[in-house]
């Protein structure tokens, strides 16, 4: 069954700290990773997808990467912000289509603390 | 920029009634989605719409639920005979295409409460 684990569940970090959140996945045959912030009481918004070949990819201050041989991908927040509190879900899609193609993780819920 | 609607905020209802979650999607769009999520868990997909027809759906998207889109701009997604566990947040999503690579765009979501 496909999954996606993230870690930490939350982070506490003073404004202005860099931090790193971790997505594992088992996901096949994979298509590509998504990246969202979720805002409290909003929708997920997307920061950066990412398919096979697709070693990292920059937004601003998120940078994504992916390695795909182990399956892992991460997403580095640089100098945080108080605007960057939400919660990061990580998104893993298949190919192949199917309801099921789309797995979500429970997201790492970051708070920044001035 | 277009953004995705939903109405209403909030909703409170009792357990067996029917209640109708709506969705303006972005005009453009052709693609239409509806998730849920659970408090405290991970989102989870419910169903796919496009061409006026469901394109995908997943098994939480049982006989109680359906999609419609009434007209040129509103998607709405009906629990027939809302049960306790249905109490969650509804998110509609749209996309210009299909296809996993296409960027889904998420409206600010319904919480739904089941008494």
């Known amino acids: 069954k496909n999954q996606v684990e993230q870690s930490p569940q939350s982070l506490i970090i003073l404004e202005g700290k860099n931090c790193t959140l971790q997505?594992?996945?088992?996901?096949?045959?994979?298509?590509?990773l998504r990246w969202y912030k979720q805002d409290t009481g909003r929708g997920p918004v997307s920061l950066t997808i990412?398919?096979?070949?697709?070693n990292t990819k920059s937004n601003g201050r998120y940078t994504a990467t992916l390695d795909a041989d182990t399956k892992q991908s991460s997403l580095h927040i640089t100098a945080s912000q108080l605007s960057d509190s939400a919660s990061y879900i990580c998104?893993?899609?298949?190919f192949g289509g199917g309801a099921d193609g789309l797995t979500f993780g429970k997201g790492t819920h970051l708070i920044i603390q001035p | 920029e277009p953004e995705v609607t939903q109405t209403p905020s909030h909703q409170v209802t009792q357990m067996g009634q029917e209640v109708i979650l709506r969705c303006v999607p972005i005009?453009?769009?052709?693609?239409f989605y509806w998730y849920r999520q659970i408090l405290g868990q991970k989102v989870e997909f419910l169903v796919s719409?496009?061409?006026?027809?469901?394109?995908?759906k997943s098994e939480i998207f049982d006989d109680q639920f359906s999609v419609e889109r009434p007209d040129g701009s509103n998607f709405t997604l009906k629990i027939r005979s809302t049960k306790l566990e249905d109490s969650a947040m509804y998110f509609c999503?749209?996309?210009?295409?299909?296809?996993?690579?296409?960027?889904?765009?998420f409206g600010p979501g319904t919480r739904l409460l089941v008494l």
């Open positions: 999503a749209s996309s210009q295409r299909g296809g996993r690579q296409e960027t889904q765009y």
């Open positions: 997505c594992n996945y088992t996901v096949s045959p994979f298509s590509n």
């Open positions: 990412m398919t096979f070949s697709e």
């Open positions: 998104v893993v899609s298949a």
């Open positions: 005009s453009n769009h052709l693609y």
């Open positions: 719409f496009y061409n006026n027809e469901i394109s995908e």
